[in-house]
């Protein structure tokens, strides 16, 4: 059955998902712009305006549906090799969002986040995020982690230099750094570990993403490219997560054992 483009939750149970078994953090790895732009004979620039517009519409439907947070890919280390006046209007983009947003935010209790290098972006840019994570900081909705001059491999190297310093002060032993020292010490500490990864337009890599937050996430590809990646390809995702069995490594359980394991996640 196709999902309609105008869901809400009362239609989910319709759409075959379960409102009770919805994944509490979905990452996105926003891909496509480009292409979705050159298709059309226009400038790459037009598809990254037309994904903002796809942005605001996931962020949007994932408040409505009480996801708790939404992890979005939206501008990578790598990416800052690209051509300098595709840079800045990408920058442009971003700071339009944050500015035009902010009162929506606050309406709809949205919190934001950034994770990656945001001090290697434009000072206005940097002010105008300080200025949205500060003022949402303590909304209770649905959090929104942008991840902005981001690369997970940078982000562990950087975890791992915050751990040796504790070590070298007396903090902390070497033999109690587990897993969790590690997790507490990324951008993303304190958040649990995405349930579901999207990556649009087809390509099957996960692009230096959250590489380790990912080790149990449910993968799903669409070729949809991103600026047409709108409700219904969001509930699409949502309703093959659902008719998925998350083992974690483990067998399949009792019916009854299900809620538990997923608690325990
Ligand atoms: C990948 O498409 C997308 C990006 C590098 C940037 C994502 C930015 C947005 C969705 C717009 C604004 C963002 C926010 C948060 C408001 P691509 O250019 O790599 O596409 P291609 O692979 O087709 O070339």
Redesign the pocket.
Known sequence: MRVTAQANLRDLAAHGIDPARLPEHVAI??????????RRGLN?LY???R??T???AIVQLSRKLGIRYLS?????TE?WG?PTD?VSG?MR??K???TT?LERMMKDRVRLMVIGNPRKLPKDVQQALRHSVEQTRHNDGLTVI?ALSYSAREEIASAMRAIARRVKRGDLEPEDIGEDTIAQSLGTAGIPDPDLLIRT?G?VRLSNFLLWQVAYTEIYITET???DFRERDFLEALREFQSRERRFGGVPEAPADQGRLRAAH
């Open positions: 790895i926003m891909d496509g712009n480009g292409r979705w732009a050159q790459r598809g990254h305006r994904g903002k796809s942005v605001r979005l890919y939206a501008f990578s990416n690209r595709e990408l983009l971003l339009h969002y944050l947003e942008l337009s390509e490219l991103w600026p």
